[in-house]
Nanobody, 115 residues
Framework: VQLVESGGGLVQPGGSLKLSCVAS????????MSWYRQRPGKQRELLGS???????NYQDSVKGRFTMSGDDTKMTIFLEMPSLTPEDTAVYYC??????????WGQGTQVTVSS
């Protein structure tokens, strides 16, 4: 299963972006899709996860700031990011976990917050 992220770009501080991640195939069983980011010089970090049933879990770093949602019929998840700061500059990735230990990663989408 391939994942493709989109929606990244250059935005000024205080601006917003909405990222999307779409899977190339429909998963018939249970799955979880997650958002990660990797800031310059940092390790990749988990931001949050959403199950096919719409249950969302956020990491403390983005809880109350970012909003995850998904459309199971389209195998797509979203990450809404308002009030961005330069510290949010990173490559944002999505990950799909499904089946018996299977996973896929997207290629990432760059988000740059700068004036």
């Amino acid at each position: 299963v391939q994942l493709v992220e989109s929606g990244g770009g250059l935005v000024q501080p205080g601006g917003s972006l909405k990222l999307s991640c779409v899977a190339s195939e429909r998963i018939s069983g249970f799955y979880v899709m997650s958002w990660y980011r990797q800031r310059p010089g940092k390790q990749r970090e988990l931001l949050g996860s959403i199950s096919r049933f719409g249950n969302v879990n956020y990491q403390d770093s983005v809880k109350g700031r970012f909003t995850m949602s998904g459309d199971d019929t389209k195998m797509t998840i979203f990450l809404e990011m308002p009030s961005l700061t330069p510290e949010d500059t990173a490559v944002y990735y999505c990950r799909l976990n499904y089946g018996s230990g299977s996973e896929s990663w997207g290629q990432g989408t760059q988000v740059t917050v700068s004036s």
